[in-house]
Structure formats: C-alpha cells, structure tokens
C-alpha cells in the first residue's frame, strides 16, 4: 500500500501516465480511420518521352507507325488502385465501362495490361481507339489496382482517367496532388517531420520514464537511477523504434495513400 501512495505522488509517474493517455488517444485516431469503410480509387502516372521532334534516342532506329514517320512518341504508366478501405465491385461503379481514359488529341498508339495485384481482379481493356481506352474488372480489394502502359504522340497533360463511384469518393489524382504548392504543402511536409520527430521523442521519454519509476520500485537510489535508467532506456526505444518502423508502412497507407508495392516494385 506505502509502495501504490509512494507511486502516485510520483510526478514521473503521472507524467508517463499522461504519455500513456495521449498515445492511446492518437492511436484510437488512427484506429477509427483505418477501420472506416469508404470506397475510393486514386491515380498516379509518370511519362517517359521516347521520341522527342522527330529525334530517335537510339541512331539508325526508324520508328513508323501506320507506316508514318513518328515525330513524337512518350510511354505513360498509369497505377490505378483501390486506396479505400472497403472492396469496390464492377457493380459499384457508374457506367458499363468503369474506367475510362481519354485523350483530348487523340494521340494513342497502343495500351497493355503490365501487371494487376491479382489475377482474380480480371482488369480488361475492352475498347481501344486513337482518343479513347475504356477498362473494366470483377472486383478490386483494398490496396490492389493494376498498372498500364499507354504509347502516345501528345501532352501527358491532355490524358485524363475517368471514373465515377456510387455513393465512394470523389477521384483521387495523386500526380495533381503533388503539384499543388503554398501553404498546404508546407503545412503538410512539416507534419510529416514533427510526426517522425514526436515519435522518436515519445521513444525516448516513455522508456526513460519507465526505467525511472522501475528503478524506485525495487528501490535503487543516487546515482544507481541514473545507471538503471540507462541499462533500461536503451533496449526498450531500440524496441520501439522497430515497432514504429513496422507500422510506419501502415500509416503511410491510411494517411498518404501511395501506389501499393505489388504494382510499383520490379520483377
């Protein structure tokens, strides 16, 4: 009973208690996002120029298509996927075709299929012209998508993906998005450090304060603290580090919604 009355008069213990209440408190944040149901699909692309005014990248190459001279040739790869957290079916979105990307110059060449997170999504490219690439699939699970190469002759920026969910998400551009500057961006990038930052600081403060109250606990006094708090402090951040690294990945989905790995890493 002496040893519970010492504990609580102890402003160290209060102190972790309080750490205790506002981890829990974040972690019940993050809990409730990641466990909502929504229906959402984001983009994101990258464009290659192959051929830029007639100029081949590799000498004596003559590249024609529909026997015509190609003056300009550019490779875009689309990443398209389920960034939600609920499964999205065919049924579920509006249209016959679901997925629709259009060219205002009607410049495509070509377009295939690279890779899908599972052959089970059974994405498909059902219709195919100079201005128009319609798609469709049985179903995408949370974090699956597919990735598709498109070889045009025009401006990425006159390329648009089109697609409506009923009662999800508005379209989510991942390439317009990080186009977008002042104040958000910044806000944003400085909350992406402090988050790290207050991690490693939490780190610290949790297991520095732990080996302290266990330290009074078994009763070391004087220098003896100092010692204890070290032995202890350094085994127990390494461990919550790693753990934070681990579920860092997590975060990264719930809160920044990047192309998932098994359709951006190489085979």
């Not at 520095?208 to 330290?215: H, R």
């Amino acid at each position: 009973m002496e040893m519970v009355e010492e504990l609580m008069s102890n402003p160290y213990a209060w102190l972790f208690l309080s750490l205790c209440t506002v981890a829990s408190f974040v972690f019940a944040i993050y809990t409730w996002i990641n466990g909502k149901k929504t229906k959402e699909i984001s983009i994101d692309n990258c464009t290659n120029e192959i051929v830029k005014m007639g100029k081949s990248p590799i000498n004596k190459l003559d590249m024609k298509f529909d026997g015509k001279a190609i003056q300009e040739l550019s490779s875009t790869i689309y990443f398209i996927w389920n960034s939600g957290s609920d499964v999205i079916n065919a049924k579920d979105m509006v249209g016959d075709n679901p997925i629709k990307i259009i060219c205002e110059d009607e410049q495509f060449l070509d377009a295939k299929i690279i890779k899908q997170s599972d052959d089970s999504n059974a994405f498909k490219i059902l219709n195919f012209d100079a201005a128009n690439i319609e798609m469709s699939f049985d179903y995408i699970d949370s974090g699956e998508g597919v990735k598709l190469q498109i070889l045009h002759n025009g401006d990425d920026g006159k390329i648009h993906v089109e697609y409506k969910i009923k009662g999800g998400k508005p379209k989510r551009n991942c390439a317009e998005l990080r186009k977008e500057g002042g104040i958000k961006k910044i806000i944003k990038a400085i909350a992406d450090e402090l988050i790290t930052v207050f991690i490693w600081l939490f780190a610290f403060l949790m297991t520095a304060l732990f080996a302290n109250i266990f330290s009074n606990l078994i009763g070391v006094t004087g220098e003896g603290v100092l010692v204890m708090t070290i032995v202890l402090s350094i085994p127990l951040t390494l461990i919550i580090i790693f753990i934070f690294i681990k579920t860092k990945s997590m975060f990264k989905r719930v809160f920044h919604r990047t192309v998932p790995n098994t359709l951006n890493k190489e085979e």
